[in-house]
């Protein structure tokens, strides 16, 4: 693992941007076009604020989610709502969209995302309990999500927290290149509670050999 900290939240999420904008590029460069997952939840929509203004080769990269709740898309805890209003927009408005969740609850998963393995750029973001995507820690699905050859997978999450589609261990693990981005001391505490520990306690751990960490106060 390797761990990059910046001086605040600004710092943080325009050093990012920096970052992925230049690996998205470089991916285009050398294949063609680039997939590009990203996390939901409450963090990273200042980071997609940012990058979405660059001006990157959008039309050739194609986005998704690393997990999804399954809410109605107008929920407030729908992460495909962040996705459309903070990052498909601005200069990032002509990218492509992969939508990890069919179009009717509940539906085969086979397939959807296939043809955009590996990822080329994958950001990931950790809960204080140290799951990652929706991989949760107590969750009855996650050795199965885990090491499941498909690379997507209906999850439960923790108890009080909706159900979930998420990527799974392996399909994580083959990105090109994998980044995780944290805020604040609590998911500082957290990340220094995984090491050591197993996916099976620590989802995190799953990445996190491979990942760099993105983190700032
Ligand atoms: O439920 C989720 O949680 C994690 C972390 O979210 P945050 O609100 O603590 O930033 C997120 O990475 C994941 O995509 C999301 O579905």
Redesign the pocket.
């Given at each position: 693992m390797k761990l990059i900290e910046y001086a605040g939240a600004e710092a943080l999420m325009t050093g990012l941007a920096d970052r992925l904008g230049q690996e998205l590029t470089e991916a285009v460069e050398a294949q063609g076009r680039a997939s590009f997952a990203v996390?939901?939840?409450?963090?990273p929509g200042p980071m997609f604020d940012a990058i979405a203004q660059r001006a990157l080769p959008w039309d050739q990269i194609t986005v998704m989610l690393?997990?999804e709740?399954r809410v109605p898309q107008d929920s407030e805890r729908s992460?495909t709502r962040l996705l459309r209003e903070r990052l498909l927009v601005g200069q990032a408005a002509s990218a492509h969209y992969a939508p990890i969740v069919p179009e009717v609850d509940g539906a085969d998963l086979t397939g959807l995302i296939d043809a955009h393995l590996p990822l080329s750029v994958l950001l990931?973001?950790?809960?204080e309990d140290m799951?990652?995507?929706?991989l949760f820690p107590g969750s009855p699905d996650l050795p199965h999500a885990l090491a499941a050859a498909a690379p997507l997978m209906y999850v439960e999450a923790s108890d009080g927290l909706e159900p979930r589609v998420t990527l799974t261990g392996p399909a994580l693990q083959s990105a090109q290149s994998i980044h995780i981005l944290i805020k604040g001391e609590g998911k500082r505490a957290a990340l220094d509670r995984a090491a050591g520990q197993s996916p099976e306690t620590a989802p995190i751990q799953t990445v996190l050999p491979h990942a760099t960490v993105h983190w700032a106060p």
């Open positions: 996390p939901g939840g409450s963090t690393t997990d709740r992460n990931l973001g950790m809960g799951h990652t995507a929706s």
